[in-house]
Structures are given as C-alpha cells and as structure tokens.
C-alpha cells in the first residue's frame, strides 16, 4: 500500500495584527479524502506534532466544503489530526509522497523548516 506524508503547520499568530491563522481546513480535508478514498495509507506530521491550529476563517460556513463536513462526522480523522506525529521523528524515505496543505500558516514554519525541507 502507498504511504502519503501530510505536513501540516504548527504556525497560529499572524504577523503585525490580533489575527490567528494556522492550517486550512479544506486544503486538509479534501486531499485527505481523495487519498483515503483511494485506500492510500496517510499520515500526517507537524513541525511540533500534537494538535495543528486551525485558520478561524477556514470554519466560517461560507468555506466550507463536503469534506469539511464529512471530517466533522469522522471521529478517526479528527483523532488523527489531533495527533499529528513531530516533523523530526520521521523519514521522507518511508513515504511515497508528501503532501502540505495550504492556509497562511506553512509560509511562517514550514517555508524555511530544516525538517520539512528534507
């Protein structure tokens, strides 16, 4: 079976402003399901592991998609990504393809990221 790696970020605070930012749900949650729903193994990392912040503005109703509604329902996909293993203990070489979804929060940590660069 082919392993996907997702790289999401770690980063929640905007520069210069009040605003939070971190992952984009949907740029999550569609890839996620195109992949699973092709029965490809995915796992998924951050830079700090654990829980990655999500982008407040990606929840507003008007932003979300079908696969933002499926995740709600999805209890493994949320625990998932609540545990998201830390970006250091991982190989790229175990992995078929690496993935990072989008949102403002990669250009803070994942741009310039050691790890993620590997």
Do not use: C
């Amino acid at each position: 079976m082919r392993k996907i790696l997702m790289i999401m970020t770690s980063h929640q605070e905007m520069l210069n402003t009040d605003g939070k930012t971190g992952l984009w749900i949907g740029e999550f949650t569609d890839p996620y399901y195109e992949f699973k729903d092709k029965k490809y193994t995915v796992v998924l990392a951050s830079p700090k592991g654990g829980s990655p912040p999500i982008d407040p503005m990606s929840t507003l109703t008007e932003n979300l998609t079908g696969s933002n509604r499926r995740f709600m329902d999805d209890d493994f996909a949320q625990d998932e990504l609540k545990h998201t293993l830390k970006l250091s203990e991982i190989s790229a070489t175990d992995y078929d393809a690496v993935f990072f979804p989008g949102g403002h929060g990669p250009m803070f940590d994942l741009a310039n990221n050691q790890e993620s660069g590997k």
